[in-house]
């Protein structure tokens, strides 16, 4: 029998009620991982957290690779004529769909589901199953969608064919206009497939929902991050002659570098061991299993590694370095008419898919952190250096197009 847990937390101006079981793991399963074979891979726990009471709930997850984790979030909304709009869903796991049907059984059944991306597997690959386990929901997806290495129909992607849409570019046109509006990003020519996004505006909670463009980073690791420390405590490690031990601090650390590794690839205070270097090093770990991938651990932080951190905090928002780097500069005018176009609505939180949730912030601040696209930027030049490589050899290639 599920043992529940419940919290509450002040986040900014908001109440946050957290909610998750303690359930069998059978209840995390989530059967089609080998879609996109990436960690935790069959094992999901999810996490419910109440935003506004009766209003928005969020359901969080964790994905990622060589245990560098970050959550991955969807966001429900309740309509004010009964029943419940879904937002770039998760995995469709036991424990998840039965956090989802107690709302249901309380607000009303789901009603609409929507894909807000094209070029995020992590999203895309959750919706077909989502869908099918809620067969009166209507679907919603972004425009241009597309599959890799091949373009398939939506319908062998898994989508429910006869209740599956594309989002039309006027909001007016869609059966909830009249408590949401929506921008579409793009999309961005990325040479070999375009990238969009599409952003949602409740308004009456005055919440903005995206997916991957806007991020906040918390300098504690989450609570659904915090379910399985595994991670957090790999990479608090300084070299692979250390034991992977537990505690607050050590958590905290593992944490602030794997939003390193998340959000630049390889900083410029990270170093890594040759390959040779790191099996031989891998022979005195401590623990050789192949949950520690066998003892190795390829990294050597430089002591000043904080710092990196320390300044994708100076900002409540950021554009993730990824994406200014190698997606959004492709098509800047593009993208800061975007921006200008979300300044209009009046929202006073943030709800992104990605690491904290809700943010605590208005249109300026919004309109604010694109402004890397005007040449200012308050993160480390050195950081973005192995980035600005990559992009160098894809423009040289022809593999996508150069910055403009």
């Known amino acids: 029998m599920p043992i529940w847990v419940m919290g509450t937390e002040e986040r900014g101006r908001d109440t946050i009620t957290t909610l998750n079981s303690s359930s069998r793991p059978g209840d995390w399963f989530w059967g089609f991982w080998p879609l996109v074979p990436i960690y935790p891979y069959a094992r999901r726990q999810t996490l419910r957290q109440e935003i506004i009471p009766d209003t928005l709930w969020t359901f969080e997850q964790v994905q990622g690779i060589f245990y560098v984790v970050v959550p991955v979030r969807m966001t429900v909304v309740k309509l004010e004529a009964g029943g419940l709009l879904v937002y770039s869903p998760v995995a469709p796991t036991p424990e998840c769909k039965r956090l989802l049907r107690e709302l249901e059984a309380q607000h009303g059944e789901v009603k609409y589901i929507i894909l807000p991306t094209i070029s995020g597997l992590e999203h895309k690959v959750f919706v077909g199953p989502f869908a099918r386990c809620f067969p009166n929901a209507q679907v919603y997806v972004a425009p241009q969608q597309w599959s890799f290495p091949i373009d398939l129909p939506l319908s062998w992607l898994g989508f429910p064919p006869e209740r599956t849409e594309v989002l039309p570019p006027d909001s007016s046109k869609t059966p909830f206009a009249d408590e949401f509006d929506y921008e579409i990003l793009g999309p961005?020519?990325?040479?070999?497939?375009?990238?969009?996004?599409?952003?949602?505006?409740?308004?009456?909670?005055?919440?903005?929902?995206?997916?991957?463009?806007?991020?906040?980073?918390?300098?504690?690791?989450?609570e659904v991050v915090q379910l399985d420390p595994y991670p957090l405590l790999f990479h608090a490690r300084d070299e692979a002659r250390d034991r992977i031990e537990d505690s607050p601090q050590l958590r905290r650390k593992g944490w602030q570098r794997i939003c390193l590794f998340a959000l630049y690839f390889r900083a410029s205070v990270l170093d890594t061991i040759p390959l040779l270097k790191a099996f031989l090093l891998a022979s005195n770990a401590p623990e050789r299993s192949k949950k520690a991938y066998f003892g190795i651990y390829p990294f050597k932080w430089k002591e000043n590694w904080q710092q990196s951190f320390a300044a994708l905090r100076k900002s409540n928002l950021l554009v993730a370095p990824i994406l200014q780097t190698l997606i959004l500069n492709r098509n800047s005018k593009e993208t800061l008419n975007w921006a200008k176009r979300i300044g209009r609505w009046d929202f006073k939180r943030i709800v992104p898919c990605h690491f904290s949730a809700p943010i605590t912030a208005d249109w300026q601040q919004f309109r604010e952190a694109f402004t890397f696209l005007e040449g200012k930027n308050s993160l480390p030049r050195a950081d973005f250096e192995v980035m600005e490589q990559i992009d160098e050899i894809l423009v040289r290639t022809r593999i996508v197009p150069p910055a403009r």
Request: proline letters at 11%.
């Open 188 to 222: 961005i020519d990325l040479g070999l497939r375009p990238f969009s996004e599409v952003a949602f505006f409740h308004k009456r909670s005055r919440s903005l929902l995206v997916t991957d463009t806007i991020v906040s980073i918390p300098e504690e690791p989450p």
